[in-house]
């Protein structure tokens, strides 16, 4: 049976020194502040834009919540970001994405100063990151990378296979994972891999990150590998007060019989993410004074 990564606890750390920092910029008279800005009414969107907020907040930051008509015009939200651009009081800007669909993504992310690129979504901050020079890393893999370094999971000459080829989350962990500090070799698998089993198999690390609950079956994980389930997937459940309930990429009571360490979700990946966007916030203040 796994042992269960807790990331809510691992998340704590990082927010507590988050909040250290943060009360060490405000004696010099810095208040770290994210501008959040949220185009539409996505239920899931909304609540990781809230609980993003209340995170600032208890870290003693400033959050700048902005929020828009889901038919605002690709102009208009441009505009904004130049505004907060030139606002020094805002350290970090964070558009929620996916944006509606007549607004384009590539746009409004290029269009964000890099020095306040947060969520590292930037291609400067993309391309600083395949380099492996300094730069903000985007808060999920970042997030992965912490939990395996927290519980000691060696990384170092181990097979990582990646699912998912996201510019969120997949193809950013893949190529931090393949950092020499890190030296994992890694495997990219995606909806056209065919057999995914086949790959998944010879993973050491094996992390989901494909958007699909229950993807990641028994079978298809190595004894012994650590499972690093990144899905956040919501599923119909009746029985729940809200109608659905979270479930991951892994099918987690199976998997976890097998495996030497998995995630569960929520409690996993999920907490981490927000824990490391408050670093890249206090980042982003303290390079700006
Ligand atoms: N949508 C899903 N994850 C993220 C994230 O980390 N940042 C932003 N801006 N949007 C997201």
Request: hydrophobic residues 45%.
């Amino acid at each position: 049976m796994a042992i269960i990564i807790d990331g809510k606890t691992i998340a704590g750390k990082k927010r507590e020194e988050a909040a250290s920092r943060t009360a060490a910029l405000k004696k010099k008279g810095v208040t770290p502040c994210l501008a959040v800005v949220l185009a539409g009414e996505d239920p899931a969107s909304v609540s990781y834009v809230t609980a993003k907020e209340k995170a600032l907040l208890e870290a003693g930051m400033e959050s700048r919540d902005i929020r828009l008509p889901a038919a605002v015009s690709e102009e208009e939200l441009l505009a904004l970001v130049n505004s907060l651009n030139r606002d020094v009081s805002v350290h970090g800007i964070l558009v929620q994405l996916p944006l509606p669909a007549h607004i384009r993504e590539d746009r409004v992310i290029t269009a964000i100063d890099p020095a306040k690129d947060v969520d590292g979504f930037h291609p400067v901050s993309v391309g600083n990151l395949i380099l492996g020079r300094p730069g903000f890393i985007p808060c999920t893999p970042n997030g992965v990378l912490a939990l395996l370094e927290e519980m000691r999971i060696p990384t170092a000459g181990a097979h990582a296979v990646v699912v998912g080829r996201s510019n969120i989350v997949g193809r950013p962990l893949a190529n931090l994972l393949v950092r020499k500090e890190i030296n994992a070799t890694v495997t990219v698998c995606h909806t056209g891999s065919g057999d995914l089993g086949l790959y998944t198999r010879q993973a050491d690390i094996l992390i989901a990150a494909a958007g699909k609950p229950g993807l990641i079956t028994a079978d298809m994980v190595k004894e012994g590998a650590a499972v690093i389930d990144v899905g956040v997937n919501r599923v119909p459940d009746t029985s729940a007060k809200k109608g659905f309930r979270l479930k991951g990429d892994a099918d987690f009571d199976t998997v976890a019989e097998k495996a030497s360490y998995i995630t569960p979700v929520p409690g996993g990946v999920g907490p981490m993410t927000i824990a490391m966007l408050l670093l890249n916030v206090v980042s982003a203040a303290e390079n700006s004074v």
